[in-house]
């Protein structure tokens, strides 16, 4: 027996449906058989699962806020914007409890990027947002 397989031609195919769709190699099996699998691979190739994304480390992130960032926020509070502090409330309303939401609003944000992002590498800029976002969600400043 020969593990390659010809085509059938139209005539000889087996008129039984469930017959048809055994006979079938994966290569003639229908486009939307296929089609979970390849929305699937879409998806994760644009939204890589949240494991490979970097880890903050909230102990570097309480030493780098302490020696960067508490001269404007201090206790969670913002003495440039009161109303925009690193509280719960605010974050939630403002930014969004989410460290990829704060993140981004961190490193987008006019003043951080001039004056300390700037200075700071994306781990160090992870490390203090693990660091705030923890503050706020448990209540911590």
């Not at 059938?8 to 079938?24: D, E, F, H, I, V």
């Not at 099996?29 to 994304?53: D, H, K, M, R, V």
């Not at 969004?96 to 981004?104: I, P, S």
């Amino acid at each position: 027996a020969s593990a390659f397989h010809l085509p059938q031609t139209p005539a000889a195919r087996p008129s039984n449906p469930s017959a048809k769709a055994l006979s079938q190699t994966p290569f003639q099996s229908p486009w939307y058989a296929t089609a979970p699998i390849a929305i699937a691979a879409l998806i994760f190739s644009f939204f890589p699962p949240p494991s490979l994304a970097i880890e903050g480390d909230i102990t570097k992130g309480s030493e780098i806020f302490t020696s960067t960032c508490a001269g404007c926020h201090r206790g969670g509070q913002n003495f440039v914007k009161e109303k925009k502090t690193l509280q719960k409330d605010a974050l939630e309303k403002f930014v969004g409890l989410d460290e990829e939401k704060v993140e981004a609003f961190f490193k987008g944000s006019f003043v951080h990027k001039m004056q300390v992002s700037g200075n700071m590498s994306d781990q160090e800029i992870t490390d203090v947002v693990t660091y705030v976002v923890d503050q706020a969600k448990f209540d911590k400043w």
